[in-house]
């Protein structure tokens, strides 16, 4: 951690206060989200990109396939991993480095919401059962940290997979490079899993919480939806705590902003 | 929820045996060994002291330094040695978990170490790590507001149950919610899901977990009670 | 009837005065440590069963050189954060592993401590007790100490931390009178067992 930047301190203060009229320094209601703006395809290098903004927040996800053994316990399916960059070029408070524990955490909670929701057939990643299956790598860095950087990796992790080709393999089942398939990765649009990241200051929840707010947040939920179904939760950041019924109000928000974040995923620009 | 019989005899709400001793490490400041049906952890709590290297101090609080480990021979096959993203990643939760009981405020620029090593794995090792731990922080004689109790909880052959051992994990429609709540007022402290449920499932598997972790808080009190008896001979 | 109370244990929901290791949230008071809860109609606290020293002005307490700099001496003083001792207080050059007795000068909120009054003390055993059972080897004016120090024949000094300065004609047979008290500190008639101990083991 570099110096604590006092400026962010006193408006994280601010924060605090306008939280407490249920008010939010850019005017967004507490539950509302910021412009998600999504661009796929966006580099030539990638089997599947993304570029996602949401707000101020930068993630760029690609996906790129290997070809490895499967998992003895699921011998016929391929595998996906997702990975989070948190560079030194998306924040000052950012070290450049070996990755930080928060990004470790990040990357983990997006994994997990893809990889719960069961929106893809792993069973069509498979080659030749227990010998060898894809291995989806989707890697995703953050180009501009301004809070909610689980969503904005998720909306673009996501979003890559929607744009992402299988490749194609030569006789001894190796991927040849640079050349694909007919086909585009299987993915069930109404299972799609979307993230909600939500932080807490005293009794109030607040939804898609810029970097400011972050700071002036005690706690901070995430919960993973797909179709009417939750996928995924993860509690994280801080000391603080929720009630069960802030669970369950958690859980009716964030199903109820699903099909609009679904839709703007899937949407073909 | 119906009492319909697990494969190792447990109604649907019961948990595995839970044997707690503390103070077994005369080197920690706290020290606590917890078996949890097959489940064996350690875990020592040492501090609060001064941070090294500087840099990391807080000046409002003390650092909670959580470390998850799982011995090699702790799984069917060996597990690397070196930490991966996972023993990162639950030491993180938890050691936030962990803050929201022990009054860090108190002592500032300190940090305290928080250790717990899995001997044995059987499925919810973290929420048994997070309960020896929370243990070991009472045991240290630390300040806190309350003790974690942590339980997992879940879905497992279309069964809402508590505590799910591997055998239930393995199943192919499992879902494995870990919790942990500060008790007695029972807040969560730690939430973390995978699988997919509908939304009253989830509500249910929380109040599912939530009764666990009351049962789990009246065995951690009794441990605590228990370690320094009123009367007995002195010797 | 003494009672063992956990943290975060709904002590009382009456209005009463509140000691040490208690917080208060709501109406209700509850206590923050394990410890001894100690209750009467007006005023509740809890005795801790184990914990991190605190400094507290006027403390004597045993503590020994760290490093030595510059302007003075850091100091171990079995807290969680070191003392700092300028040269100017102390009339000799001293080294690190000397052992002090100091008083508590200054508490700067919950961090740095300042001492005075320092005595240096000649190379000795120190034995590590928790600061909480220090009143316990103590005794009530002074009765746990005095029959330590007469069976052992010993030379002992408490430090309020917890660490406390000794020599001893029989060395093994005072450490475990002293875990004796450790272990058993919530007893009662501790003072007679320990002395009936010693007079069989002496």
């Known amino acids: 951690m ?40 966006v580099m030539n290098s990638a089997d599947g990109s993304a570029w996602v903004k949401l707000g101020n927040t930068e993630v760029i996800a690609g996906v790129k396939f290997a070809v490895g053994t499967p998992y003895p316990d699921s011998p016929d399916e391929g595998t996906i991993v997702v990975n989070l960059e948190m ?92 050349e694909y398939t007919e086909q585009k990765l299987k993915i069930n649009k109404d299972k799609l899993a979307v993230s909600f990241t939500f932080g807490k200051y005293k009794d109030k929840l607040i939804l898609d919480t810029t970097e400011i707010e972050d700071l002036a947040t005690e706690t901070r939920f995430t919960v993973g939806v797909c179709g009417d179904n939750i996928v995924a939760y993860h509690k994280g950041g801080g000391k603080g705590t929720f009630k069960i019924e802030e669970i369950n109000k958690i859980m009716d928000i964030a199903t109820a902003k699903y099909q609009d974040i679904k839709n703007k995923i899937c949407d073909e620009q | 929820m119906s009492q319909n019989k697990r494969p190792d005899g447990r109604a649907t709400s019961q948990l595995r045996p839970i044997s707690i001793r503390l103070g077994v490490n005369k080197n920690a400041d706290g020290s606590c060994f917890l ?128 505590d799910l051992n591997k055998e239930d994990e393995d199943t192919p429609d499992a879902v494995d919610m870990a919790t942990a709540f500060l008790m007695p007022q029972r807040e969560l402290v730690l939430l973390q899901m995978d699988g997919c449920v509908n939304k009253k499932d989830c509500s249910k598997i929380l109040e599912t977990a939530l009764k666990g972790a009351e049962v789990v808080y009246e065995l951690q009190k009794k441990a605590l009670v228990e370690k320094y008896p009123m009367d007995g001979e002195i010797q | 009837m003494k009672r063992i109370v956990v943290p975060g244990e709904l002590i009382t929901d009456k209005n009463v005065k509140t000691g040490e290791n208690v917080f208060i949230k709501g109406n209700c008071i509850y206590s923050s440590v394990l410890g001894i809860l100690n209750e009467s109609d ?102 746990m100490l005095n029959v330590l120090k007469k069976y052992t024949q010993s030379n002992i000094i408490v430090g309020r931390n917890g660490w406390i300065w000794c020599t001893s004609k029989n060395l093994a047979l005072l450490e475990n009178a002293i875990n004796m008290i450790v272990n058993n500190s919530q007893k009662s008639n501790l003072t007679n067992t320990v002395e009936e101990y010693l007079k069989r083991n002496s």
Not at chain 1, 17 to 23: A, R, T
Not at chain 2, 62 to 86: H, L, N, Q, T, W
Not at chain 2, 126 to 154: E, N, Q, W, Y
Request: include cysteine; charge should be neutral.
């Open chain 3, 42 to 143: 007006d005023f509740v606290n809890v005795v801790p069963l184990n914990g991190p020293y605190t400094p507290i002005v006027n403390d004597a307490i045993v503590c020994i050189i760290k490093n030595v700099t510059n302007n003075g001496y850091i100091i171990d003083i079995n807290s969680h954060s070191d003392c700092f001792l300028p040269k100017s207080l102390v009339t000799k050059e001293l080294s690190a592993g000397q052992m002090l007795l100091a008083r508590v000068k200054e508490v700067d909120g919950a961090d740095v401590a300042e001492l005075d009054n320092i005595n240096i003390l000649p190379l000795a055993n120190i034995i590590a007790v928790p600061s909480v059972k220090v009143p316990r080897i103590i005794g009530k004016n002074n009765s």
């Open chain 1, 87 to 178: 560079s030194g070029i998306a924040s000052a408070d950012i070290d450049t480095g070996p990755p930080s524990i928060e990004a470790m955490e990040y990357g983990r909670v997006v994994d997990r919401v893809i990889r719960s929701s069961e929106c893809i057939d792993f069973k069509g990643l498979s080659i030749v059962t227990n010998e060898k299956s894809f291995i989806m790598y989707v890697d995703c860095y953050t180009i501009n940290a301004d809070g909610n950087i689980i969503d904005a990796t998720q909306y673009a992790a996501m979003a890559a997979l929607l744009d992402t080709r299988i490749p194609k393999l030569d006789e001894s089942n190796n991927i040849v490079p640079k």
């Open chain 1, 2 to 41: 570099s110096d604590i930047d006092m400026i962010k301190v006193i408006n994280a203060e601010k924060a605090k206060k306008l939280f407490e009229q249920s008010k939010r320094a850019d005017n967004r209601g507490l539950l509302d989200i910021r412009k998600l703006d999504i661009k796929k395809g």
């Open chain 2, 35 to 162: 078996e949890w049906g097959k489940n064996t952890v350690v875990a020592t709590v040492n501090g609060p002291r001064p941070i090294f290297p500087k840099h990391l101090a807080d000046q409002t609080k003390a650092v909670i330094d959580y470390k998850y480990r799982m011995a090699c021979f702790s799984v069917s096959e060996r597990k690397s040695p070196v930490p991966g993203k996972r023993d990162k990643e639950i030491s993180l939760v938890s050691g936030h978990a962990l803050e929201a009981a022990v009054m860090v405020e108190q002592f500032p620029n300190t940090v305290i170490d928080v250790n717990v090593l899995i001997l044995s794995a059987d499925a919810g090792t973290r929420v048994a790590a997070l309960t020896a731990a929370s243990l070991a922080a009472a045991d240290a004689g630390l300040p806190m507001r309350g003790l974690v109790s942590a339980v997992a909880a879940g879905r497992a052959n279309g069964e809402l149950i508590l």
